[in-house]
């Protein structure tokens, strides 16, 4: 069993859809031709799941499950001039990814709305690396 598949095995307690959420979120990353989805657990902290290109900066996306007052959330992270926030949901981090000003997003639930919004940001973000889906039924448009 990989790290990452112990890792979803444990996460056993899910009354707010977090690990939904996650799951979807790591289907997205996994849809992505031309990257790499990795796993680094940095226990207790957080544990990342992070789309690398095969060429350019580091990562396209990094999904990180942290945990705050026992419950736990998502922070998924991009660089800031590879999306659009058009409903300004996430936070402007200046260095906050990798030493480079990202966009970061908070999920305490699986609300699919929310999750869907993610969804879309990580699909920019493989389109700013110029990589392509695998062709899932994920809605990329949006209105502004």
């Known amino acids: 069993m990989t790290e990452l598949a112990a890792f979803i095995e444990s996460w056993t307690d899910d009354q707010n859809g977090v ?17 790499t989805v990795n796993f680094i657990p ?13 060429r350019g900066r580091p990562v396209i996306a990094m999904v990180d499950v942290a945990t705050l007052d026992g419950e736990r959330f998502l922070s998924v992270c991009f660089y800031a001039d590879t999306i659009t926030d ?9 260095g906050g990814l990798l030493s480079q000003d990202g966009y970061c997003f908070d999920l305490d639930s699986g609300d699919d709305e929310a999750v869907d919004y993610l969804e879309t ?3 920019e973000a493989a389109n700013a690396f110029s990589l392509p889906d695998d062709g899932q039924d994920t809605e990329v448009d949006e209105e502004d």
Do not use: M, N
């Open 19 to 35: 690990k939904k959420a996650f799951l979807r979120l790591k289907t997205v990353l996994e849809g992505l031709q031309g990257a």
């Open 121 to 123: 940001r990580i699909l």
């Open 86 to 94: 058009p409903e300004e949901r996430g936070d402007l981090i200046p």
């Open 42 to 54: 940095r226990p207790p902290a957080s544990y990342s799941l992070r789309a690398e290109p095969h």
